[in-house]
């Protein structure tokens, strides 16, 4: 079933736009007039820029800025915020080959086609779009940020199970078999007869047997 994989109608001023967002304030909200005064992106074309970043995480519906576009303003990793805003946004492309950010034009052509089953010029511009969100993400680092992440993942509950600390009150033995005395007192009635008292160690009798 062709997935909807995301485009815009001109992808040219990609790169500017976050080079101005690092440059600027955060805004409270992400508006059309943000855009145009603000970073200067006056385009027509220019307006799908704040699709695209709410399509990557980095604003809300309201264009409110969610937590991690802050991480736009560093230059260290802004590229790797790009880069899992990319893999969100084309997770579809990126079921279909994990490595599509390293494809070649022609190679990301056939592989958008076979994904989304659009027409030629469609094609062309989410491989234009996806290209250029490409060049300024990181995904070398974020590649190895996750996976650092991997080897510090918590212990999964079966294998915490296994390596949980006794209760209070509980020892563990290693290398010994414990054993385990019980000590029974029995009052035995003054005025008991002798039957009574045989009937009394018949039935301890039976019951530790």
Known sequence: MPQELPYLPSYKNVALLFEKIRSAKVPEAFTQKYLNETL???????????????????????????PRYNALKNEKIAGIEI???VK?????????NE?????????????????????????????????????VADFTSDDMLREDEVEHVPKSDAESRNQCPPPPGSMQFQGMRPEFHYNIQIHLPSNGSEETYMNIFNAMRKVFK
């Open 40 to 66: 200067g992106l006056k385009s027509s074309g220019d307006r799908a820029l704040i699709t695209l970043l709410k399509t990557l995480g980095f604003i809300d519906n309201a264009g409110k800025p969610h």
């Open 83 to 85: 880069a899992r805003g």
């Open 88 to 96: 969100e946004a084309y997770a579809a492309l990126f079921s279909a």
């Open 99 to 135: 490595k599509a950010n390293e494809l070649n034009r022609e190679e990301l052509k056939g592989l958008v086609a076979q994904v989304a089953g659009t027409d030629t010029g469609t094609t062309g511009k989410i491989v234009g779009t996806f290209r250029a969100l490409v060049a």
